[in-house]
């Protein structure tokens, strides 16, 4: 049994996108991690734009309403050459944030290098990279690897606002450890 102090969280990972949105859950207490969920909302066969946005508005609240996350992680624009897919992917993620805020859901946003740089430690990491090593870190059966590397991605996502829980607050100081934070901040720490 976890220890009654041990702060838990469902993040809610989102990798927008308009042809297809990956989105995960991921459950964590202290210094466990489980997989809820994970998958691809799949519209590629949508034509209009507006019909795309509108299911990824009631997918993420579908989600949020099932599920009830603590938090939502998103993959925040990268600069791409075509600006109208720049857009669109805009668009998207404008949506899902939009459809987390009607339900108060709090909001994190992480930069595909920020992403990269958590799961693998190198910011430049490929899809199948970030993949792999989320296969090794949360114990993932290769039958159970998802088609579409976008659910991966949401997966990473999530895994990366995890990891960024774990660090200590500093509180003015540089503190480099939950110990050097306690010393420094004994009246904020109950015991």
């Not at 989320?134 to 991966?152: F, G, N, S, V």
């Amino acid at each position: 049994m976890l220890d009654k102090y041990v702060a838990e969280h469902l993040i809610l990972g989102i990798d927008p996108g308009t042809t297809y949105m990956g989105y995960a859950l991921l459950h964590t207490a202290g210094s466990r991690v489980s997989i809820v969920t994970y998958d691809v909302l799949d519209m590629h066969k949508l034509d209009s734009h507006y019909e795309k946005l509108q299911r990824i508005f009631f997918k993420v609240q579908e989600l949020i309403d099932l599920y009830h996350p603590t938090e939502l992680a998103i993959e925040t624009q990268f600069v791409d050459k075509n600006v109208q897919t720049m857009l669109k992917l805009a668009h998207g993620q404008g949506v899902a944030i939009a459809a987390a805020l009607s339900r108060d859901l709090a909001i994190n946003e992480y930069t595909p290098m920020k992403i990269k740089m958590a799961v693998t430690g190198n910011g430049h990491a490929s899809k199948e990279q970030v993949a792999g090593m989320l296969q090794r870190y949360l114990h993932i059966a290769p039958e159970d690897m998802p088609k579409k590397l976008d659910a991966t991605d949401a997966l990473g996502i999530a895994y990366c606002h995890y990891l960024q829980l774990g660090l200590p607050i500093s509180a003015g100081s540089k503190c480099k450890t939950w110990a050097d934070f306690a010393k420094n901040n004994a009246n904020r720490v109950k015991k």
